[in-house]
């Protein structure tokens, strides 16, 4: 694993994100655009998350929601503020597009944990925190084992296992089955799915055989 994870991985990260940006471009421009008229010249979002080693970088993504606030000034739900250009943009995963200038940078992988809060960062117990021993993915092993519709444990224990058990042929895996997800819509997007309550902390450590 130590060759495919520290020399092959790498490699073909940046190539396959790079024909695939190419590959994307005009999905990627005419998402652009849309979202520059629908969201008041503003298209992508940037937020600081944790990578590999907890590293801090800024991932980019589609903005899929409005900024507006409450009466007090504060924003609203996430639910109450996502657009409906929004809603189409992830239902199709379009969102994670711009990603793959992440992981051209180096900041990401095509294949790995999917980089969350930094606020959840002090909550992970020890296992948990293997999570961070690679970097993150655009897509990851639970995200095709169930994304937003099993528990942040049952994830996090799919993210670990994912770490010990990274292979060349697993990573083929989770590309196929995240594509066929993605043109299936299969467990990929709904609205009440997808806006998630905060991870709180897990208060014993789980067991983290999830193989399929």
Request: with cysteine; aromatic share 14%.
């Amino acid at each position: 694993m130590s060759v495919y994870k520290h020399i092959i991985k790498p490699c073909f990260d940046v190539l396959a994100a790079s024909i695939g940006f190419l590959l994307l471009f005009p999905i990627f421009a005419t998402t652009w655009f849309v979202l520059m008229i629908t969201n008041k010249g503003k298209a992508f979002f940037y937020q600081a998350r944790p990578g590999k080693n907890e590293r801090i970088f800024k991932i980019i993504k589609f903005k899929t929601m409005n900024d507006n606030t409450d009466a007090n000034g504060l924003l609203l739900e996430p639910s109450e503020r996502l657009t409906k250009v929004g809603v189409f943009v992830r239902k199709y995963s379009l969102d994670e597009i711009p990603q793959l200038l992440n992981v051209i940078k180096g900041d990401m992988s095509l294949i790995g944990p999917r980089p969350l809060l930094i606020r959840y960062l002090p909550r992970y117990n020890a296992i948990q925190k293997q999570r961070h021993d690679i970097k993150p993915g655009i897509t990851g092993w639970a995200q095709v084992n169930g994304r937003n519709a099993i528990s942040w444990e049952q994830k996090f224990e799919f993210d670990v296992w994912y770490v010990k058990h990274m292979s060349f042929f697993l990573d083929l895996k989770i590309l196929f089955k995240t594509v066929y997800k993605v043109f299936k819509k299969d467990g990929i997007y709904s609205v009440d799915n997808d806006i998630v309550p905060d991870f709180t902390g897990t208060q014993t450590n789980e067991n983290t055989s999830h193989g399929n």
